[in-house]
């Protein structure tokens, strides 16, 4: 957060107080903050804590004025609980939801299954766990490692003529987080009214991160340890062209008609490959020959779609072997 107002400092000191709109995730954002971008007339779309989603309990278990976007992921623009003038668009995506669940169940099984071995421990009639501390302690290290599902259990230690554990699971809270499961929130104080471009403008920031990851992936070059500030401000500027490629690809495709999914169009086009064959003949030079492989019909589509001619015709090689052939002397 300290990061954060070091950086809107820096940029009203180069460009001056013109609109922009600050987009950042929740691991970012203070109330502090949001009061300065507020004081300053400056315009935020910002993620919020989980806790937060609870205050839309009732929004988020009525099933109208959800927006369906391309991609599955349900939208809702809600007013704020105070008041206020800021606007919170509530979100649902299936696959995080998915995903969120099987984190928090596998997480919930590991859980159980150390409770289990520590309630044998204390049942033990040989060498039992005789001091409460010490059951205590080793209760606190299993809810430490597992913190998506600590709180939906209540965990009791009974002190009877010697010690027992038991928990039973929060029903509360257990259908709460089935409740929020893939759900998450967003705050701003924009005029826009339509919750889909809302979250177009929100969903930036993973191209904004992508592009930092293609240097990692796509470039194989990490772990990259910077040791002055140009070497990063290089990186930095390597990341940027990353995206402004990315971003002119996306464009790109839309204005064909392809969606905005560059990934899957790239994987498409890592199908066409080539081949130089080089051919000596008697006159002591070599003859090169490239050779394009030929697409299937779906990637020969595309190819035509985006405008996309290859290099040269597709040659077969008995063509090449053969007009090699009739060109040596």
Not at 255 to 276: F, I, K, N, W, Y
């Amino acid at each position: 957060m300290t990061t954060v107002e070091e950086v809107i400092e820096t940029l009203r000191r180069k460009y001056g107080h013109e609109r922009r709109i600050w987009v950042m995730d929740r691991g970012m954002v203070s109330e502090e903050i949001l009061e300065q971008l507020r004081a300053s007339g400056a315009s935020y779309l910002v993620g919020t804590p989980k806790s937060m989603l609870r205050q839309f309990e009732t929004q988020l278990l009525d099933e109208r004025e959800w927006s369906r976007l391309a991609n599955g992921v349900e939208v809702k623009l809600c007013h704020a609980p105070d008041g206020s003038r800021e606007r919170f668009v509530l979100c649902r995506a299936p696959g995080r939801r998915e995903k969120e669940h099987a984190m928090r169940q596998r997480q919930l099984d590991r859980m159980v299954a150390e409770l289990e071995a520590l309630q044998r421990a204390v049942r033990r009639p040989l060498r039992p766990l005789r001091h409460r501390p010490l059951v205590d302690q080793r209760i606190g290290r299993i809810l430490q490692r597992y913190p998506r599902a600590a709180r939906l259990l209540q965990i009791t230690v009974v002190e009877q003529p010697g010690l027992d554990l038991t928990w039973h699971v929060r029903t509360e809270d257990s259908n709460w987080a089935d409740l929020a499961d893939g759900a998450y929130l967003l705050r701003t104080n924009m005029a826009e009214a339509d919750p889909q471009s809302l979250w177009e403008t929100y969903i930036r920031l993973t191209q904004v991160e992508f592009s930092f990851r293609v240097s990692k992936t796509d470039l194989g070059i990490r772990p990259v340890y910077h040791h002055t500030d140009t070497r990063a401000q290089a990186h930095i500027l390597v990341c940027f062209l990353a995206l402004v490629l990315w971003r002119t690809l996306e464009k790109w495709m839309t204005a064909c008609g392809l969606g905005t999914a560059p990934r899957p169009l790239l994987e498409q086009l890592a199908q066409v490959h080539s081949m130089d064959v080089v051919l000596p003949t008697r006159a002591g030079r070599d003859m090169r020959l490239r050779i394009v492989s030929r697409p299937e019909s779906a990637l020969a589509l595309l190819l035509d779609r985006l405008h996309l001619p290859l290099p040269n015709q597709p040659l077969q090689m008995e063509n090449v072997v053969q007009k090699t052939a009739t060109q040596q002397p």
